[in-house]
């Protein structure tokens, strides 16, 4: 009897699972007929091929701007060494500085300040390739190699 008892309760948790895979599948089915009566599936489909060339097309031009990007950012001056220090002996706090900026390719130049008890100087230095016309200190060249660092 107890095996007859198992056997109904496994049979009818088998129907239940058929009859819940049919109520999805219908459910499913009424909605595509449904979308059907409301618009045709051969338009469905066409409108969905124009979106998908529209979408293709702003990613062409998405990539294409990128790639441009990707070029600028090369010859802009992402690559930044700041080194501070004191350039006399009776003055403190570090108010003097060296300040480098490059690009990718070394080209840009460098920035020193510096800074006595009654004057302060500032001095320019371009940069091509890493390397300057002009002697570069001490200071200078460490900001130099900490702006090469930096990427």
């Known amino acids: 009897m107890l095996e007859l008892t198992v056997l109904i309760g496994i049979v009818f948790l088998w129907v239940s699972v058929l009859t819940a895979i049919l109520f999805f ?3 499913r089915e009424k909605n595509l007929n449904q979308a059907l ?3 045709r599936l051969v338009d469905i489909l066409r409108t969905h091929g124009k979106q998908i060339k529209e979408i293709e097309e702003k990613m062409r031009e998405i990539q294409g701007a ?3 990007l990707e070029i ?5 001056l ?4 700041l080194v501070r220090f004191d350039a006399f002996e ?7 500085f060296s300040l480098a900026l490059i690009d990718d390719r070394g080209n840009g130049f460098v920035i020193t300040s510096i800074q006595g008890r009654q004057e302060g100087r500032v001095y320019a230095k371009p940069l091509e390739g890493g390397e300057s016309l002009y002697r570069l200190s001490e200071e ?12």
């Open 25 to 27: 599948h219908f459910r």
């Open 140 to 151: 200078e060249k460490e900001a130099l190699r900490r702006a090469w660092e930096r990427y």
């Open 78 to 81: 992402r690559r930044v060494g």
């Open 72 to 76: 600028l950012s090369k010859y802009s």
């Open 90 to 96: 009776d003055t403190g706090g570090e108010l003097s």
């Open 37 to 39: 009566k409301e618009e």
């Open 66 to 68: 990128l790639k441009s």
